[in-house]
């Protein structure tokens, strides 16, 4: 882990640079803003270790602009003289924790370790979220007649926006496979995929499924449920063989497609 270390008082600077490389961490020390941002051009850091007073800025907007650059890197900041208004503002622009010398010293360490661990899980998740990208981009479709080029063409232009896509083909044919591609090669690959089997519910299981229920709509609804339009909110619903789906359904369907809205079994709103 690359730690950098940001303190315009060199004695500390010296002392923690020296701590915290014996916990085999690197560092990189400097005195103010100006040399931090330099560093941060040059390098790539895990983990800053900041002042909030320095003599060219505040170590709070400092923050701010590192996690708005470097989203990945983990804050602490160090103050002298610590207060609820500035600690509440250093966690909002984004701080791991915020702490005050000499009181918390024995924190700083601890700290460290907390904030690295944090760092390499998310390293992992965007290692796994790459690697699921990768197996399910459209380089990973085989296929290479002149019409599989053609449909794989047209759903890379769907794929840009947030139309809803009607898939048509055979059982075996890969539906699913573009589904997933279009997904992973949107806006919102971040985001949720839900995929839904119609033909594996009855009509009224696959209302609730979708839609979700409020308590007490029906025997065995105990509680409130978010049906899977819900769970996808900002992401992909893939709704396999809706063909399989009731008429009734179908036409709530298509009035949810059309505005964006729908009701939950036994609600009203």
């Known amino acids: 882990m690359n730690i950098l270390l940001v303190d315009d008082e060199e004695k500390l600077r010296t002392l923690l640079a020296?701590?915290?490389?014996?916990?085999?961490?690197?560092?990189?020390?400097?005195?103010?803003?100006?040399?931090?941002?330099?560093?941060?051009?040059?390098?790539?850091?895990?983990?800053?270790?900041?002042?909030?007073?320095?003599?060219?800025?505040?170590?709070?907007?400092?923050?701010?602009?590192?996690k708005e650059r470097f989203p990945h890197m983990e804050i602490i900041l160090l103050t002298a003289y610590g207060n609820i208004p500035d600690s509440v503002q250093a966690i909002k622009n984004g701080a791991f924790d915020y702490i005050t010398k000499g009181d918390d010293n024995n924190r700083i360490i601890p700290l460290l370790y907390k904030a690295a661990e944090k760092v390499s899980l998310a390293r992992r998740v965007l290692q796994l979220e790459k690697q699921i990208g990768d197996k399910y981009s459209f380089d990973n479709i085989i296929g290479t007649s002149k019409a599989m080029r053609l449909a794989i063409d047209w759903a890379k232009?769907?794929?840009?926006?947030?139309?809803?896509?009607?898939?048509?083909?055979?059982?075996?044919?890969?539906?699913?496979?573009?589904?997933?591609?279009i997904h992973t090669s949107s806006r919102r690959s971040n985001k949720p995929f839900v995929p839904i089997n119609c033909s594996a519910f009855s009509k009224e299981l696959l209302e609730s499924e979708m839609f979700g229920h409020k308590a007490g709509a029906?025997?065995?609804?105990?509680?409130?449920?978010?049906?899977?339009?819900?769970?996808?909110n900002t992401g992909t619903i893939f709704l396999d063989e809706i063909g399989e789906?009731?008429?009734?359904?179908?036409?709530k369907l298509l009035r949810t497609l059309e505005t964006g809205k729908f009701i939950k079994v036994g609600d009203s709103k």
């Open 157 to 181: 232009k769907v794929a840009d926006t947030d139309t809803s896509v009607l898939l048509l083909g055979e059982t075996g044919t890969g539906k699913e496979v573009f589904a997933q591609a």
């Open 218 to 232: 029906f025997t065995g609804a105990n509680k409130d449920k978010k049906g899977l339009f819900e769970e996808a």
């Open 18 to 66: 020296r701590i915290i490389s014996l916990e085999g961490f690197e560092v990189v020390p400097v005195a103010d803003c100006k040399s931090a941002i330099k560093k941060l051009d040059q390098a790539d850091f895990d983990l800053a270790l900041c002042d909030v007073k320095l003599p060219d800025g505040n170590g709070i907007e400092l923050s701010k602009m590192i």
């Open 245 to 251: 789906m009731s008429l009734e359904l179908q036409a």
